[in-house]
């Protein structure tokens, strides 16, 4: 098997992961890993056996060396994609890029332009293209089983304690900090969407607002933290206590450990108790510097003349579900239920597909229903055995993508529906 070496910027969560699955899929090698915070980077050095000399603090550090290995992981939050991005362009580096490619239009074409100028290959973190659910729905449109698509129905139910912790307390719930909502969370699904459909987008509209996670509906009486004696702790569905500090099989992280690690601190009480006392996280949830949408519709009208509409909310439990409608049949699909149902018109039967077992590679199964483990498949596919096909989110096709979302963006804002072909023009080579 050829190995190919790589190179970890941004040891988090996602950064770990790819380390992992690289591992697990065999033909990777990780050479050098840089985060500033030495509890982050452990986990890769112990990993992959790394010298002292093999990590770095920062990705300024590791890009300043000589190009090191085939491959960049980019995986820092979202407003530090672009620069470490540039640069390992820049230094001959094929990438495996964190979404969203960066949180403007304007740096999300200028990384596609350069990636085609430097001949470099960018395979963009759309790990729900790499699902067995989604695959098997793309494979049931490919091949003609519900005719042409005419309308698409998505639903994007975030889960109200993921998006507590993520999209009001944690990386993602500030604009300024890191990107608007529907680029942070639901680039995946309008991806999704374009590829389903298989057209350009002729139009957009959004609509959707923040309206629950807000200071005017803090309950009466509640402290900044809720550490400190919060009178509505006990019934309150987003107590930090609840969510990191006693955590519970309700809680998002289930485990103490998983939530001292969400915290980024080690599992003990003092450690565990200064975090929820300083940092946002440990925050009255209507007391936050959030200011993301926790609810939003995006309606698309494609150049084939199918239209979709998606609807991201915060107040739910968790899932996707889609309805593709087309001239032959429908699919409905509910990925957390491993359920893809088709309708076919020619029998009007129903047919029932578990796409996570029917065994087509059982090793697809793992982080992100598959998709974790499907995307470094496909990247090793991808690089050395030169796979082009219509899996790949590759980087021209992932920065149109999100140019639809920057449009469904300014169409929320200025309450205008955008024209895609002039949008696109205003950035694309
Ligand atoms: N593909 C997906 O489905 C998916 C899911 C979740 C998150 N993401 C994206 O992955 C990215 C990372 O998210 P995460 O949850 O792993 O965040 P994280 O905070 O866990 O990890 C980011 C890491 O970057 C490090 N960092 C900060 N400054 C740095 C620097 N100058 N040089 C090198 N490293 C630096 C931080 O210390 C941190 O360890 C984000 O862009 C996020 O939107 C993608």
Same mark, same amino acid.
């Given at each position: 098997m050829k190995e190919l070496t790589a190179i970890i910027i941004g040891a988090g969560a996602r950064g770990q992961i790819y380390a992992h699955q690289m591992k697990a899929h065999g033909g990777f090698k990780v050479v050098g890993v840089a985060d500033p915070i030495e509890l982050q980077r452990n986990d890769i050095k112990n990993l992959y056996n790394l010298s002292e000399e093999a990590c770095f603090d920062s990705w300024e550090d590791i890009l300043a060396q000589p190009k090191m290995a085939d491959i960049a992981v980019i995986a820092t939050v979202d407003k530090y994609h672009y620069l470490p991005a540039m640069a390992a362009i820049e230094k001959g580096?094929?990438? #495996?890029?964190?979404?969203? *490619?960066?949180? +403007?239009?304007?740096?999300?074409?200028?990384?596609?332009?350069?990636?085609?100028?430097?001949?470099?290959?960018i395979l963009v973190c759309h790990v729900l293209r790499y699902t067995p659910f989604f695959m098997k729905i793309k494979e049931?449109?490919?091949?003609?089983?519900?005719?042409?698509? #005419?309308? @698409?129905?998505?639903?994007?139910? &975030?889960?109200?304690?993921h998006y507590a912790?993520?999209?009001?307390?944690?990386?993602?719930? %500030?604009?300024?900090?890191?990107?608007?909502?529907?680029?942070?969370?639901?680039?995946?699904?309008? $991806?999704?969407? !374009?590829?389903? @459909?298989?057209?350009?987008?002729e139009k957009v509209s959004s609509f959707g607002t923040l309206s629950h996670f807000t200071k005017e509906n803090a309950p009466q009486g509640a402290p900044e933290y809720c550490i400190e004696g919060c009178p509505h702790e006990k019934e309150c569905h987003y107590s930090a206590l609840k969510a990191y500090y006693n955590p519970d099989e309700k809680s998002w992280f289930k485990s103490k450990e998983a939530g001292a690690a969400?915290?980024? @601190?080690?599992?003990?009480?003092?450690?565990? /108790? /200064?975090a929820l006392s300083t940092t946002q996280f440990g925050k009255c949830i209507y007391k936050c510097n959030n200011d993301v949408v926790?609810? !939003? *519709? @995006?309606?698309?009208?494609? +150049? %084939?003349?199918?239209?979709?509409?998606? %609807?991201?909310?915060?107040?739910?439990?968790?899932?996707?579900?889609?309805? *593709?409608?087309?001239?032959?049949?429908?699919?409905?699909?509910?990925?957390?239920?491993? #359920?893809?149902?088709?309708?076919?018109f020619k029998?009007?039967?129903?047919?029932?597909?578990?796409?996570? %077992?029917?065994? *087509?590679?059982?090793?697809?199964?793992? =982080?992100?229903?598959? =998709? $974790?483990?499907g995307i470094i498949q496909t990247l090793y596919k991808y690089l050395v055995e030169g796979y082009d096909g219509e899996l790949l989110s590759e980087i021209g096709i992932? &920065?149109?993508?999100?140019?639809? +979302?920057f449009a469904a963006e300014e169409s929320r804002l200025s309450g205008r529906i955008v024209e895609m072909k002039e949008f696109t023009e205003k950035y694309l080579k």
């Open positions: 580096y094929d990438l #495996l890029l964190e979404k969203p *490619v960066a949180p +403007t239009a304007k740096e999300c074409a200028d990384i596609a332009n350069a990636a085609k100028e430097k001949g470099c290959k049931l449109i490919s091949n003609g089983a519900i005719g042409k698509v #005419l309308s @698409v129905h998505h639903c994007e139910c &975030v889960g109200h304690l912790h993520s999209f009001v307390r944690g990386n993602f719930g %500030n604009t300024a900090d890191s990107s608007c909502m529907l680029l942070a969370k639901s680039c995946h699904d309008i $991806d999704i969407l !374009q590829w389903l @459909v298989g057209s350009e987008c969400a915290l980024k @601190v080690e599992c003990n009480e003092e450690d565990v /108790k /200064k926790d609810h !939003q *519709v @995006v309606n698309i009208e494609f +150049t %084939n003349g199918a239209v979709a509409s998606f %609807n991201m909310s915060a107040f739910n439990h968790h899932g996707r579900f889609i309805r *593709v409608m087309g001239t032959e049949g429908e699919i409905y699909g509910d990925i957390d239920a491993d #359920l893809v149902k088709y309708f076919s029998t009007c039967e129903h047919e029932i597909i578990h796409p996570a %077992n029917m065994a *087509v590679d059982s090793a697809m199964r793992g =982080g992100h229903a598959g =998709g $974790d483990k992932s &920065v149109y993508n999100h140019l639809i +979302t």
